[in-house]
């Protein structure tokens, strides 16, 4: 067993799209109509585009804005990547005008970093040691 897809909620898919491909570097594997002005949107990493797939899914339901706003509120991230070096993408993103809520961290062995991804979540980064 392995994990095929995730999600995130998105307020809006089209800026989400623009900010996980253009500032994070994902690339776009699907973009598929599924009625109205939604769509089956999947980024991946250019590392591994046969890998798992982020599903950039429409914050449309009341309770995924209920639990999305609730880990906000309370500084907890929806969703961790990994990254090769934390303070180097930290520098890199903040470039970009990327607001982070935490700066590069370290927590034991692992060293993490937490940004808004603009569209309503949290997202940390973490790199663990080699």
Known sequence: M??????????????????????????KKHDVPVGGQDRWLTVVSPDEPEGTELLLEPAAHPAA?????????DGIPLAQFAVDDVHAE???????????????????PVTTAVFDDTCGNLIQIATEPQ
Request: avoid cysteine; aromatic fraction near 12%; charged fraction near 25%.
């Open 90 to 108: 930290y520098e890199r993103l903040r470039g970009l005008g990327v607001g982070f809520t935490q700066e590069p961290t370290e927590m034991g």
């Open 2 to 27: 392995k994990i095929h897809l995730t999600s995130v909620f998105v307020d809006d898919q089209a800026r989400a799209e623009r900010f996980y491909t253009d500032v994070l570097g994902f690339v």
């Open 65 to 73: 804005v209920t639990y999305r706003d609730a880990l906000v509120a």
